[in-house]
């Protein structure tokens, strides 16, 4: 009895888009329960995709690997095997394993083609990797099951607006924005679950930023607040919304500061994509913006961006990032002069190289890569003549560089 309540309790919480509640009470539910009760198998999906949407990707795959091999098991039915692979399909989209993504799906897929939550994360998949034609195969599946009835219609509903609108965002074209805009009817719906109604104000904030409706973008931003720190689905970080929220209303000290949360939720979640995909949003703002040093750290997260999406042959997102290097190489430089071509964002780094600071410090601290740490000390190493950190420390001091 007491895990059925503590099961009953982390459905309802995660329904409610109460995230840690849902994780406590499904961790308590799995620690109680035995492998032949079935209570296990629903808190452990709600428990990491819950801890997903939080971005503790490390919490969440023990759980997803668990659900993942039950399908393999003769007696689980044949519907929840294709749900029970949402997780594990779900957390390798997010770390940028398409292969995985693909896999995992094609399983789950195959067993059920109409599944909402493996078709949504499929759809952005295909779209981020630049294969549109194939994406509007598996959205217009996602419309077909948002048109038939019961539950998967349900869950289509709030999937469908979120893909189209994430979408939207990767390719840059407007296409079937109205069907988005449909999440209207789910959030006046008194009834809606929170989580649906969540959903549903999060697409339409990234349809108001792609309108570039002001009005609309502050009451989003409202209601998103307080989700910051979260993901919505395997689509976009809260975080970014509210970035690119504050830009359209013309806040770019705050869209900056959201972004900069964006950065480190990202890092610390191991999400590439959704971080490469912010460094280049926030590139923006800060090219918007042109304050003293933004010019600098734009070149450096369109560089990260970059990197990110080459690795991941994020083909949408690496054509962006190309045109956004040209345009900011091409304004000119407002960035004080440093001695020995030093830019901005590497005089930030030999100050903390100076005040004793280790590579891994020094990325938290910027809210940079460790690699790209050992690539710009390098540069000031040769730059500076210096052959160790301690002399690129005395060069600091004497050209009044040091911290």
Known sequence: MEVHTLTNLTVLSGQHFQLQECVDNGLKAIALATDEENSIRTSRWWTAMSLLYLGELDAAR???LFLRDLTEKRNT??????????????????????????EYSDRGLEISPLTPMLLSPRVLLEDETGESTQGK???????????GAGLYKMLASTRVP????????????????????????????????PNGSRQARSALALVA?????????????????????????????????????????????????????????????GYRPELAWTCCDYADTLSLRDGSGDRAKSI???????AISTELGMRPLMERVASRQELVQAQPSTAPAYPDGLTQREVEVLGLVAAGKSNADI?????????????DVSNILAKTGSSNRTEAAGYASQNGLAE
């Open 209 to 269: 930023v792609q309108r570039g409706d002001q009005a609309a973008a502050e009451e989003h931003y409202a209601d998103l607040i307080e989700l910051r720190g979260t993901m919505i689905l395997t689509a976009i970080s809260i975080d970014r919304i509210l970035g690119l929220l504050s830009q359209t209303m013309g806040n770019l000290d705050q869209a900056a500061a959201h972004f900069e949360d964006g950065l480190a939720f990202c890092h610390r979640a």
């Open 363 to 375: 990325a938290v601290e910027l809210v940079i890569s460790p690699n790209t740490v050992i690539r």
């Open 62 to 64: 023990p759980h997803a």
């Open 137 to 147: 195969v598996y959205l217009e599946r996602l419309l077909e099951a948002m048109s």
């Open 77 to 102: 039915p044949r519907l929840y095997a294709s749900n029970a692979l949402t997780p594990i399909t779900s957390s390798s989209c997010l770390e940028g394993d398409w292969i995985a993504g693909r």
């Open 162 to 193: 979120v893909a189209i609108a994430a979408i939207t965002r990767i390719t840059g074209i407007p296409d079937r924005l109205e069907i988005a805009e449909a999440a209207k009817a789910i959030v006046s719906v008194q009834s809606a679950l």
């Open 300 to 306: 450096a997260l369109l560089d990260e961006a970059l």
